[in-house]
């Protein structure tokens, strides 16, 4: 060999020594500084939350400063007080086990599976029912992945009646954890149905007439627990599905089947018992009643109900004769979607809400609208654009805006009901975070899998890029179908991690596939009975298409979630094995039969009309060739540590190579050990990904 030529031999074997390079603990100590625990004291921003006083005027703390805040003189002023004499009385706030009534008087509470009530003045109880029994107790909310004693009901406006259930368990699947500890280990034992059970959680409806102690049940079959928007038949501790009428004479409630593809609008006699069914509606996936809200509302005055529909392809309200269950007409339509319906002005006969895809630009975004009953005079309130979260005033004539973009800081305003600037409240300054090393994600805009729908998403960059350089991807997912990857699209300063595992030496994607919520009720349903797409083919499409725009090396992409994420992530890992190399997959629910029935049977379907078997990730798991890590917490009561350990058995079976982490005592979330969970995936990727070697047992929130 030539002199130059062993001068090029060493120079190439110098080059390949510095692609495998060591990061140091400087590296990660400075990717620990883009995580919300370090990020956000650098934004200047105080949320207004209001203390509401008489006429719409309102108090809130920014730091400590307290502003006044007055509609009526189009002011805002600094006072050295927080109260006032016209101060309204503040909202009773329910404890951790107990309800109280609209009155401030009267907590209804449980013990030994019967429903008590409480005089919060003079303590003194009174048992309400007495047949309650284990695993058939009243109001209870303790199966599945729920454990709670706070009763679920609805108290009626005069505080004289509840609306509950009783709820029928006795012959429901039971699911055991066991304990991680010195001695003889504990077993956890409670109800979880799974999709496919004979026997899931029935509600045997009842109202309880308080004062007599008299139980009255609704005259109908027990009904299956479930709601029109979630997984539980409680929403914020409260009933769902269920609106009074203002006397306290009837309340109206919603049936949904165990596939959820019924949903049958009921009005019960809150006297007698005696139900009347309004109307029904089916669907051949899966109904529901709203984007983050239950949007359906009972209107006993005008006998009506505003009910909420995807009938034509976009979520949309309609009214309905609430006597002859009749559509009088669609109010909305478009294609574009209501997400929350905010407020019924019932005197003026106009809904306001918050819609998403009808501006331009970004669908998920949500804007205020406000439009009569009659379906004319479409208005839109907040057309800034951002993503806007609104909080009306008492009386309704007023509302806070707080809007804000991914990239964009927040914004807050007081309003008047037409949509005028009443009073500027705050806006974020986050100089300081961009003196502090900060950059904002860039939002994008692709095509999915099929060239034609237009998916969204963020991309996170290394703040210190090198020109010329490719750098491997990490692509953080979430599939749903109830949520998405990107979540709430508003500023934050720190969207988990990504931000800091960017800076060790990758470009992270965030993207909302199909099958995703808040577009049309196709995009959603795009994954119905097959769950296991996990919106994979549109990741693979967006990453491919982003690689013609920023320096990725689409040789390298890596992918990581946790729940439903960590179940696409083993996907993606088995099912495309040639384009995801690396992958930690967290928690996953890798067999939908091994998960909580109502979620898998939403939106699977039951068992009998769909394929479980062929969408379980160890089915598929002879098929990895990258690196895989899996984790789990044993003690996991959401997505049980067995679907992991199906997995990890297939793995075995196969005689594949493979990572795993274990949290003895950690549930779903991983509590104390987030941080070692974040350190061990950061090292993954460094060390399998970017080819080189991490910092040893580096401790992330030591300092």
Avoid: C
């Avoid at 006429?55 to 007080?81: C, H, M, S, W």
């Avoid at 799974?194 to 609704?218: C, N, S, W, Y």
């Avoid at 990239?407 to 974020?428: Q, W």
């Amino acid at each position: 060999m030539t002199r130059i030529g062993m001068l090029l031999s060493m120079l190439l074997i110098w080059q390949l020594a510095s692609a495998q390079q060591r990061l140091t603990e400087a590296d990660y100590r400075r990717a620990e500084q883009f995580l919300s625990s370090k990020t956000a004291a650098y934004v200047d921003w105080y949320h207004p939350y209001p203390s509401w006083l008489e006429d719409d005027k309102f108090r809130y703390r920014a730091g400590n400063k307290t502003y006044l805040v007055d509609p009526q003189k189009k002011t805002k002023i600094e006072i050295t007080e927080a109260r006032s004499e016209t101060q309204a009385p503040f909202a009773r706030r329910r404890n951790s086990n107990t309800v109280v009534s609209p009155d401030g008087k009267k907590e209804v509470f449980i013990r030994d599976w019967n429903l008590w009530l409480r005089d919060i003045a003079t303590k003194q109880e009174k048992q309400l029912t007495f047949d309650g029994e284990e695993n058939y107790g009243y109001a209870t909310d303790n199966a599945g992945w729920r454990h709670s004693d706070a009763p679920i009901v609805s108290w009626s406006p005069d505080s004289k009646k509840i609306i509950t259930y009783q709820q029928d368990q006795r012959n429901v699947n039971d699911m055991y954890l066991v304990t991680t500890n010195v001695g003889a280990p504990k077993l956890q034992k409670w109800k979880y149905p799974l999709p496919g059970d004979k026997h899931i959680i029935m509600m045997r409806r009842v109202i309880i007439d308080v004062d007599a102690a008299k139980v009255i049940p609704l005259s109908i079959p027990p009904d299956p627990h479930r709601a029109t928007l979630g997984d539980d038949i409680s929403s914020n501790g409260s009933l769902a599905d269920i609106d009074w009428a203002p006397d306290a004479s009837e309340v109206a409630f919603v049936s949904t089947s165990r596939d959820h593809k019924s949903a049958k609008l009921r009005i019960a006699n809150a006297t007698t018992g005696e139900v009347r069914e309004v109307f029904e509606e089916v669907v051949e996936t899966q109904f529901e009643s709203g984007r983050g809200a239950i949007n359906w509302r009972y209107l006993p005055k005008t006998s009506e109900i505003i009910w909420y529909s995807q009938r034509d392809n976009w979520g949309h309200l309609y009214l309905y004769d609430s006597k002859t269950g009749k559509l009088k007409h669609q109010i909305t339509k478009g294609e574009w979607v209501v997400g929350k319906l905010l407020r019924v002005d019932e005197k003026n006969r106009v809904l306001y809400f918050t819609g998403h895809g009808r501006e331009k630009g970004n669908p998920y975004f949500a804007y205020l609208y406000k439009i009569g009953f009659d379906g004319k005079g479409l208005t839109l309130l907040t057309p800034e654009e951002g993503n806007h979260t609104i909080t009306f005033s008492p009386s309704g004539k007023y509302f806070i805006d707080v809007y804000s973009q991914p990239d964009v800081p927040p914004v807050a305003n007081y309003r008047s009901i037409k949509g005028e600037l009443v009073v500027a409240l705050e806006k974020a300054d986050v100089s300081r975070l961009k003196a502090h090393g900060w950059k904002p994600p860039i939002p994008v805009k692709v095509k999915a899998a099929d060239g034609v729908t237009d998916i969204y998403g963020l991309v996170f960059t290394p703040t210190n890029m090198q020109q010329g350089v490719k750098y491997p991807v990490v692509d953080y997912i979430y599939p749903g179908p109830q949520g998405g990857s990107v979540g709430n699209w508003s500023f934050s300063a720190s969207r988990g991690d990504n931000q800091a595992l960017a800076e060790l030496g990758f470009i992270v994607v965030v993207i909302e596939g199909t099958g995703n919520p808040y577009r049309s009720k196709s995009f959603h349903d795009a994954s119905y009975g097959n769950m296991a797409i996990n919106t994979l083919p549109d990741q693979i499409a967006a990453i491919r298409q982003l690689s013609a725009i920023y320096p990725m090396d689409t040789t390298r992409v890596g992918i990581w979630g946790h729940s439903g994420g960590g179940f696409a992530t083993a996907a993606a890992m088995f099912k495309y094995p040639d384009f995801f190399k690396v992958g930690v997959a967290q928690s996953g629910n890798h067999d939908n039969r091994n998960y909580e029935d109502d979620w898998g049977e939403r939106y699977n379907g039951l068992v009998e009309n769909s394929d479980y078997e062929a969408q379980a990730n160890q089915n598929y798991a002879k098929n990895l060739k990258g690196k895989l890590m899996l984790a789990h917490g044993m003690m996991d009561d959401n997505v049980p540590p067995y679907n992991t350990l199906l997995v990890v058995e297939a793995l075995q079976k196969a005689n594949k190579d493979f990572d795993l982490i274990i949290f003895p005592s950690a549930r779903h979330g991983y509590g104390e050990y987030n941080n070692y969970m974040m350190r061990r995936r950061w090292d993954y990727f460094v060390k399998h990904l970017l080819g080189a070697e991490p910092p040893k047992e580096y401790w992330i929130g030591k300092d």
